[in-house]
């Protein structure tokens, strides 16, 4: 053990050049987390959503839904059988969504994964479980048949049948705030 950290120790020559560096690498880490609003995904606001474009029609269509009352984003498309699952399941998705949106690889419709389908189905389930007692679904006398899902009947809850980028270009949807300190604006502003 002791071997390994004295290789992992940089020679004393190296010390000043090191601490500079790595001070300069949680520099450049700390400022990409404040550009990218990374803080905002740890809360339960629907307008952390739209810090990326793609969202926006999703966003729209949520806000002019009888579900924007009653249920946010993560009420939806995060699972809620427990807080540390709720966070990776968060955290996986999410650096998916951003490694997509970094690399330009967006599509203009976006399709629900496997795992999402899983967590809104349940979520459908959790929040409206007093209204699935002896209800018939396609002649059966049970809630629903696990092979199907609740938006095959339900198609338009929460965002409508029509969603993507082309759909609703001028979605009035709220604008993520700038990412750069006032002080620097008004220096840039006023040289």
Not at 43 to 59: D, G, K, L, Q, R
Not at 113 to 120: D, M, S
Request: aromatic share 8%.
């Amino acid at each position: 053990m002791k071997k390994l950290i004295r290789w992992l120790l940089p020679p004393e020559s190296w010390k000043v050049p090191v601490i500079i560096l790595l001070g300069i690498m949680a520099g450049c880490i700390l400022l990409l987390i404040h550009i990218s609003r990374a803080d905002s995904y740890l809360t339960n606001e629907p307008s952390a959503c739209v810090n990326c474009h793609i969202m926006s029609p999703y966003y729209a269509t949520w806000a002019h839904s009888s579900h924007r009352e009653t249920a946010t984003c993560n009420d939806c498309h995060v699972p809620h059988n427990n807080i540390l699952n709720a966070y990776y399941f968060k955290a996986k998705d999410g650096l998916r969504h951003a490694t997509i949106f970094t690399l330009r690889r967006e599509p203009q419709v976006i399709f629900i994964r496997e795992p999402g389908k899983e967590a809104v189905r349940g979520n459908c389930e959790r929040c409206h479980e007093h209204l699935l007692t002896g209800i018939e679904c396609r002649g059966t006398t049970t809630f629903c048949e696990p092979e199907r899902l609740c938006w095959e009947c339900h198609r338009e809850v929460p965002h409508g049948r029509v969603n993507s980028l082309s759909s609703v270009p001028f979605a009035p949807v709220p604008r993520p705030t700038s990412p750069v300190p006032s002080w620097l604006e008004n220096h840039a502003n006023n040289p």
